[in-house]
């Protein structure tokens, strides 16, 4: 995700208390296109300039500003915040209009780039940042997937849009069909929305392990980003992982001093109310840094998998204990939830690391399709993601990695302990 800063006020005002913050995380992105009304301006020029209409977007591509009229509009998609015409066709995209009487968010579906923003009588302000906007314009509130958000200063109206992607058969199949769906889809996912030299946030476990092979199998340029405490579990299981699949592969082995460092920032720049915020912020922010100073600016991540296809060991005791509707149910909370809190969490701390993140699992298609699956597909016999491993027997990933059984992430990558330790 970028940087992105837009600001409407109802009278003229000067834009540096909007911008200072903005402009001081700019040097993780090559690109910045500043505007000041509808006239482009230098970074050094915003701060004394005034005027009613504020934009500021950090990126990695060419330009996602077009001036229409009286109007400028940014397209968030993943072509253009990169500058990838390999991947022109992702559904993860979103679109802000600003005009002198308002702003417009066209969001996308679950998984394009989420933005928040904010309300007073006199001033409408969007951001991928909530953060870096003063408290003083109200709380924040993330526009829903798949809205138009019109705002005007004091008034915020919101319309929610219909179902866009394919539908899939209402009647469930046997488990190695839907498993082929999925693997088409899936593929379908990587195919659209991910460049041909992407970093994958790898654990070794089955989620990041189907994409990596997958996308070296389609004959993009992976490289495997591993993070983790010294010794920790994920840093072991990935590499051996890595190295049964073949894969370019490089770990980044934390320290408590490099720990605290970027926990540090990212808590000035991000709401992080738990310890698992923390660990999972500091795990993408980690993996986004070493991606960007590789010159890879796209960091894919297995988002979602858990969530749709009963990942969490919480649904697996639900199951035993013979409460299936109660898993169905969580496990729907979970995925929906994802929007509103681990969604934003994870894009702002790969866009403070100069990188756009990126859901494969969260294509529509594939939660139209987890949605619609029965529960044994996902979670049964003490075995959860059932289908997920299906597919990657079918996709072709070796057994020893498609059953690997592993930790979450936090306490996989040893963080949130060294964060207890860390009094953080």
């Known amino acids: 995700m970028a940087i ?6 109802r009278h003229e005002t000067g834009f540096s208390a909007f911008v200072d913050d903005v402009l001081r995380l700019s040097h993780r992105w090559p690109t910045t296109e500043t505007y000041a009304d509808n006239t482009r301006v230098s970074l050094s020029e915003l701060a004394g300039t005034r005027g009613q209409i504020c934009l500021v977007v950090n990126h990695a591509g060419s330009s996602v500003v077009v001036e229409q009229g009286e109007e400028l509009v940014v397209f968030l998609s993943p072509s253009r915040l990169l500058g990838r015409e390999e991947i022109e066709e992702s559904p993860f995209a979103s679109i802000i209009h600003v005009s002198r009487d308002r702003v417009l968010i066209r969001q996308g579906p679950t998984g394009s780039p989420p933005l928040a923003y904010k309300l007073s009588k ?9 953060r870096l906007v003063n408290n003083e314009f109200g709380e924040a509130t993330y526009s829903p997937p798949k809205s ?7 008034a915020v109206e919101v319309s929610h849009k219909g179902a866009q992607n394919q539908e899939l058969p209402t009647e469930h199949q046997a488990l190695d069909s839907e498993a082929q769906l999925l693997l088409e889809a899936l593929t379908d996912s990587i195919k659209k929305s991910v460049a041909k030299r992407p970093s994958i946030l790898f654990s070794g476990g089955l989620d990041s392990s189907l994409l990596l092979w997958l996308c070296m199998d389609m004959g993009l340029r992976p490289l495997a980003l591993s993070v983790g405490m010294k010794g920790s579990h ?5 590499k051996r992982a890595a190295s049964v699949i073949g894969a370019d592969y490089l770990p980044i082995e934390l320290t408590e001093e490099s720990l605290r460092t970027s926990i540090s920032h990212l808590m000035k720049n991000l709401e992080l109310p738990s310890k698992m915020d923390k660990a999972l912020a500091v795990l993408v922010y980690e993996g986004s840094k070493c991606s960007a100073e590789n010159g890879r600016r796209q960091l894919i991540s297995g988002q979602g998998a858990d969530e749709l296809f009963g990942g969490y060991i919480k649904y697996l005791r639900l199951v035993d ?3 299936a509707i109660k898993a169905e149910s969580e496990m729907r909370r979970d995925a929906e939830s994802l929007w509103y809190r681990s969604i934003p969490r994870d894009y702002g701390s790969a866009c403070l690391a100069g990188c756009l ?19 044994q597909f996902k979670v049964s016999r003490g075995v959860r993601k059932v289908v997920l491993r299906m597919v990657a027997k079918l996709a072709g990933l070796h057994e020893d ?12 990558t040893g963080i949130e302990r060294a964060l207890k330790r860390l009094s953080v």
Not at 148 to 154: A, E, H, K, Q
Not at 401 to 412: D, L, S, T
């Open 234 to 238: 994920d840093l072991t299981t990935s």
């Open 357 to 375: 993140l990126t859901t494969p699992y969260l294509d529509e298609r594939i939660v139209k399709n987890a949605y619609k699956m029965p529960l």
């Open 122 to 130: 006199d001033c409408v302000v969007v951001s991928s940042l909530p």
């Open 401 to 412: 990695v498609a059953m690997i059984e592993k930790k979450a992430a936090q306490y996989g």
């Open 4 to 9: 992105i800063l837009a600001a409407l006020s």
């Open 148 to 154: 138009d958000v019109r705002l005007t200063p004091g």
């Open 321 to 323: 204990r013979g409460e």
